[in-house]
């Protein structure tokens, strides 16, 4: 391995690891529910025409759009941002776009291009060097709100990894509605299952500069327990 590349293949290592609760979620879903877990960014967008253009983006899930840099030397990307009607954040900056237009975006070797769709919730893991159920006791959950007001939903799911004790219930389905107004942002969370991961309180983060109250369950707060 060349010592000058290795911090980039580092960075997308820990990036990974710190999306596996996001990925394994949305493994349950292809599963449960037939839902692609890579995805053109026309299915979730037939409206828009632009996405039908051939073009190296795709969406991880419906709320995660990829960026890929395949041009070689290149350290900039230009990306269309389906119209989506909520618009995007920049996964690293929270720098928010609106939808349905081109922008702009760095692309170092250390860091692909990520766009989170405006009213979703990212669940994340803490930096852990590899997977084991009964160590990842830290959880986060990343909120990108919408900028205006409405209701989104979305889903953490979790089980031991190795057993089909989800069949029986055990497993943990957290669901969640955050409803955004001009002054709030009120995120209700209900839990189902019998699983109980390591961790115990679900960490909340809203984007830089996010000045709205979050209230959790109708409570200022900004974490969750079982």
Known sequence: MYPAITPAIRSAIELRYRLLPYLYT?????????EPMLRPTFLDHQHDAQTFAECDDFLLGRDLLVASVVEPGARQREVWLPDNQAGWYDFYSHQWFAGGQWVTLDAPLEKLPLLVRAGAGLPLSERISHVDAQKDDRRELQLF???????????????????WGYKQGDALWLEWEMTCSASSINLDIN??????PAWKALKLSLPVGEKRKLLVNGVEGTEWRF
């Open 26 to 34: 949305l493994l349950w879903q292809a599963h449960a529910d037939d």
């Open 191 to 196: 839990a189902r299952g019998n699983y109980r």
């Open 145 to 163: 709100p919408l900028k205006g007001t409405g209701s989104t939903r979305g889903l953490l799911f979790e089980d031991d990894g190795e057993s």
